[in-house]
């Protein structure tokens, strides 16, 4: 009984303790762009972001169907349902060209994500 | 009058052809005769039937009746067929002794009889249906061409019998020695295909996704409208160009036969082997550790992904016997929102000496913390309760946090893992223990990675380290796209054991087919 006690404490502890490391600082300077999806292409297919900052990408999709923001180079995928708008978040990014796609119609969805 | 005979000789094959089968597998099953008969003219009353009402209801569910009524019946049929094979598996030995001794014993077997009656009469049903259909629109038509059409019907259904029994006559002769074994693989593959075209049916309906309308084409090779594919058709499911949802429930219903089967040939062990028993009781009264962990948890859930696992953990050690343990997982994963992953998976484990047994059922739950690139690490809650198959066994609570950082091109991840015991023969204590991973991101395909595993013990009192399980090695992973939306994901890796209680060498694998809707 006792040690289960200390186990429920020590538990209780971790979690607070893990609460304040772990949950996202609130920054005012977070950049953030929109990403149109209209008849499954992005707008704009080039997106210029300033390297080595947090960017939060707003995508809306304006499609009635399904998508999904995927990139292998950003480590990201995300479904957006028809009509929605789903957050991505990206960086701090090295400057480079990070390609994405748009899974669910990868012929005419494409992008890339330029950082400088 | 040709055409008419190869018409009617089709459909009658088909059902002659489940017939056989069925009755080849139940020799000697005692009044077989009797509920074979009452299944075939069960069947033939219900064709009639349907073939009565055919317009009501093709016109029934907005115009999808007659897919929905032939879904019902093949999903009716699997499931029958699916419980008799697993009965017979259970009475098998006790079945062919009385074949041999006839006479003998015939209480038994009145409930699977009467099951047998219901798969045939559904399979007469369906066939039989389609049959009667053309005959009527013979008959109904004029003329001396239609009693000459009516004759090669006649024709067809005695040609069709008549192949049914030469099969079931074959089989018979063949099969005899090993006759159990045989018909219940027949049987499973029977209720796979059978399965698939029932998912065809709900495809056609509208209410099930192909997922991808054409998994392959092989209409070139072996068409299913010459005579080889027509019989592979109904013997084994073969389809030309069948759906990607066809395949998975083929595969699903086969799998789940098979393991079904395994568990009835385990079962009808037990009871002749106390030892059995006996180490079962030794291995509960071993001090309890966290079991073999396999898996690394990102807390990074996908919503929309639907997912189909299979994965395992197997000691290899040479020689020493006692650490010869294996574990198998079956899941079934879901991403609900994109914050929430739920997951069903049942276990298989095998313990040092023991037989591969199904050892726990156990929902799963994967909850991610914030978005993706939002807090310096990304985190998760990881959250299973276990339930142990065996009835003395204790179930399990097990608590994970999961923690991910991206850093360059590598992904780094830590689980630390909480377990409890709660029911009968628990033990009172936590047990604690880890899994990380760090995997570099080479290609999609192919990411090599280093894992590492384990298990420190009670929280309150720790082992000493002999006593704990640590193992580390290298692992590939990788995904490979199948088709649109459809994606293979896999796990290679082979562990190390780094101290005296950990197996030396040990190899997981992982296998995942993830879609998207």
């Known amino acids: 009984m006792t040690t289960r006690s200390i186990t429920v404490r020590g538990l209780a502890a971790a979690?607070?303790?893990?609460?304040?490391v772990l949950a996202p600082q609130a920054r005012a300077d977070d950049d953030s762009i929109t990403l149109t999806i209209k008849d499954h292409r992005f707008t704009p297919e080039v997106v210029e972001v300033p390297a080595g900052k947090k960017i939060k990408l707003l995508v809306r999709n304006e499609d009635p169907t399904p998508e999904e923001f995927e990139s292998y180079a950003l480590n990201r995928e995300k479904v957006i349902p028809g009509g929605a708008t789903g957050i991505v978040i990206i960086g701090p990014l090295d400057p480079g060209t990070y390609e994405f796609v748009g899974e669910f119609n990868i012929e005419t969805a494409q992008g890339k994500i330029v950082a400088k | 009058m040709l055409a008419s005979a190869i018409v009617v000789f089709r459909e009658v094959l088909e059902a002659a052809l489940i017939v056989g089968i069925i009755m080849a597998a139940t020799v000697g099953l005692p009044r077989r005769n009797f509920w074979v008969l009452a299944g075939i003219f069960g069947g033939l009353a219900g064709s009639i039937l349907v073939a009565g009402f055919a317009d009501a209801i093709a016109a029934a569910a907005s115009g999808m009746g007659q897919e929905f009524l032939n879904a019902t019946v093949l999903f009716v049929a699997v499931a029958v067929l699916g419980w008799s094979i697993v009965w017979m598996r259970r009475h098998g030995r006790a079945l062919s002794r009385r074949a041999k001794d006839v006479g003998n014993g015939v209480a038994a077997g009145g409930v699977p009889a009467y099951m047998l009656a219901v798969v045939i009469g559904l399979s007469v049903l369906r066939e039989g249906a389609e049959a009667v259909l053309f005959l009527y629109g013979i008959a109904a038509g004029q003329g001396a061409s239609a009693s000459l059409m009516l004759l090669g019907g006649a024709t067809g259904i005695a040609a069709g019998i008549a192949v049914g029994y030469l099969i079931y006559r074959g089989l018979v002769r063949v099969a005899a020695r090993h006759l159990f074994g045989v018909t219940s693989w027949l049987l499973a593959f029977l209720a796979a295909g059978m399965a698939s075209q029932g998912a065809a049916m709900l495809v056609a309906a509208g209410t099930l996704p192909p997922i991808v309308a054409t998994a392959w084409d092989t209409s070139a090779l072996l068409s299913e409208r010459n005579m080889?594919?027509?019989?592979l058709h109904t013997l084994i499911g073969y389809d030309s160009h069948p759906a990607l949802v066809q395949v998975l429930f083929y595969v699903a219903t086969l799998g789940a036969i098979v393991v079904m089967m395994r568990l009835a040939d385990n079962r009808r062990v037990l009871p002749s082997a106390g030892a059995v028993a006996a180490v079962i009781l030794a291995s509960l009264a071993v001090p309890a550790t966290v079991?073999?962990?396999n898996k690394v948890y990102s807390p990074i859930v996908h919503e929309g992904e639907f997912a189909i696992e299979a994965r395992g953990d197997a000691a290899v050690d040479r020689g020493d016997t006692t650490k010869k343990t294996q574990t198998q997982i079956y899941e079934v994963e879901y991403g609900v929102t994109d914050r929430w992953q739920t997951a069903i998976f049942g276990?298989?484990?095998?313990?040092?000496?023991?037989p591969l047994r199904y050892n726990a059922t156990a929902w799963e739950n994967i909850l991610q913390l914030f978005e993706q690139g939002d807090a310096w690490v990304d985190s998760g809650l990881y959250?299973?309760?276990?339930?142990?198959?065996a009835k003395d066994a204790p179930d399990e609570v097990e608590g994970k946090l999961l923690l991910e950082k991206q850093l360059g091109q590598t992904v780094n991840t830590v689980n630390f893992i909480f377990e409890q015991q709660v029911g009968s023969h628990a033990e009172e204590d936590t047990e604690f223990g880890y899994a990380l991973r760090t995997k570099y991101r080479w290609r999609?395909?192919?990411?090599p990675a280093i894992e590492a595993y384990g298990d420190i013990g009670e929280i309150s009192e720790t082992k000493p380290v002999d006593e704990q399980k640590h193992r580390l090695g290298p692992v590939i992973v990788g995904l490979i796209p199948v088709a649109r939306s459809v994606n293979f994901y896999y796990e290679l890796g082979w562990l190390f054991g780094l101290t005296q209680a950990s197996p030396d060498h040990s190899i997981k694998w992982l296998a995942e087919l993830e879609f998207h809707f």
Do not use: S, T, W
């Open chain 1, 15 to 20: 979690f607070v303790l893990a609460a304040a």
């Open chain 2, 228 to 231: 080889l594919g027509q019989v």
């Open chain 2, 291 to 293: 079991h073999a962990e």
């Open chain 2, 347 to 354: 276990e298989l484990r095998k313990d040092a000496g023991g």
């Open chain 2, 383 to 389: 959250f299973e309760y276990k339930r142990a198959d």
């Open chain 2, 444 to 447: 999609p395909y192919l990411e």
